[in-house]
């Protein structure tokens, strides 16, 4: 057995379901070029591009963004792992 940290087992589990399901995609205040504060996401837009698994547009920048937009894309729409 392999052992892991914490976050290569996120980024794993979250990179296997973006790979499995083209609607599933990465959104949050700390997602970006450098993979956020604890690289969760590094390497992610090089692999998916800035709309994720399934093509979707990027967010607009903005310093607020609202969270309640994870509960908005329920299904049909696409999955999000929310960061």
Same mark, same amino acid.
């Given at each position: ?49 800035? $709309?994720? &698994?399934?093509?979707?547009? #990027? *967010?607009? !920048?903005? /310093?607020?963004?609202?969270? $309640?937009? &994870?509960?908005?894309?329920? #299904? *049909?729409? !696409?999955? /999000?792992?929310?960061?």
């Amino acid at each position: 057995m392999a052992v892991v940290t914490v976050i290569e087992a996120i980024r794993d589990a979250m990179r296997e379901e973006m790979e499995r399901d083209v609607s599933v995609f990465v959104m949050g205040e700390d997602v970006g070029r450098r993979g956020g504060v604890f690289l969760a996401t590094k390497d992610f837009l090089d692999e998916f591009g800035a $709309g994720g &698994g399934g093509g979707h547009p #990027p *967010p607009p !920048p903005a /310093e607020n963004r609202p969270t $309640g937009r &994870g509960a908005r894309n329920r #299904p *049909p729409g !696409p999955r /999000e792992l929310n960061k």
